[in-house]
T-cell receptor, first 113, second 111 residues
Framework: DTEVTQTPKHLVMGMTNKKSLKCEQH?????MYWYKQKAKKPPELMFV???????INESVPSRFSPECPNSSLLNLHLHALQPEDSALYLC????????????FGPGTRLLVL | SQQGEEDPQALSIQEGENATMNCSYK?????LQWYRQNSGRGLVHLIL?????REKHSGRLRVTLDTSKKSSSLLITASRAADTASYFC???????????FGQGTRLTINP
């Protein structure tokens, strides 16, 4: 199974809401990633987890809070977002380093009103 | 700042023709990867080429890497309408766990 799943596919939220994005993989990968992608732009790395521990935080605002409950799951908790946070949020997983392929989920399209 | 610069930014060709996309980068790398993204969807890995490799093939795809010029190219032969997508190169210049993507080439195959 080489699939990374993400839920929900679409999310509309107000600036005062709290929501969570979920990502799951069953490939035994020990690295998981969150990316943000704006329209017609490349993905930008937000967070990296290695062995369920946060290893990279690309100076992401604290209104984004990642969580890795176990080796298969990755969450991104959202709170007090701004309209400019509207984007496609992509989850990916890989063997531990960028020496290997990253497998991407289909993404969650987020709209902040 | 983005590591990879791709050209062209957009490419439109007829079905059956070959499509070539180029990627340039600035610093030393261990590997370079190419990904495809259909509109609004996740990225699909195409090919990974390591710094000690010069050329790699996968089906209709051919990737070259010239580390002296810090550039790579992706050739898609005998293009099909289903190849319509954005194509991104990605390098590991940011460190062991950090892929940095180029700006991408939007490829349109006209039937």
């Amino acid at each position: 199974d080489t699939e990374v799943t993400q839920t929900p596919k679409h999310l509309v939220m107000g600036m005062t809401n709290k929501k969570s994005l979920k990502c799951e993989q069953h490939m035994g990968h020990r690295a998981m990633y969150w990316y943000k992608q704006k329209a017609k732009k490349p993905p930008e790395l937000m967070f990296v987890y290695s062995y369920e521990k946060l290893s990279i935080n690309e100076s992401v605002p604290s209104r984004f809070s990642p969580e890795c409950p176990n080796s298969s799951l990755l969450n991104l908790h959202l709170h007090a977002l701004q309209p400019e946070d509207s984007a496609l949020y992509l989850c990916a997983s890989s063997q531990l380093t960028t020496q290997e392929t990253q497998y991407f989920g289909p993404g969650t399209r987020l709209l902040v009103l | 700042s983005q590591q990879g610069e791709e050209d062209p930014q957009a490419l439109s060709i007829q079905e059956g023709e070959n499509a070539t996309m180029n990627c340039s980068y600035k610093t030393s790398i261990n590997n370079l990867q190419w990904y495809r993204q259909n509109s609004g969807r996740g990225l699909v890995h195409l090919i990974l080429i390591r710094s000690n490799e010069r050329e790699k093939h996968s089906g209709r795809l051919r990737v070259t890497l010239d580390t002296s010029k810090k550039s790579s190219s992706l050739l898609i032969t005998a293009s099909r309408a289903a190849d319509t997508a954005s194509y991104f190169c990605a390098t590991d210049w940011g460190g062991a766990q950090k892929l940095v993507f180029g700006q991408g080439t939007r490829l349109t195959i006209n039937p």
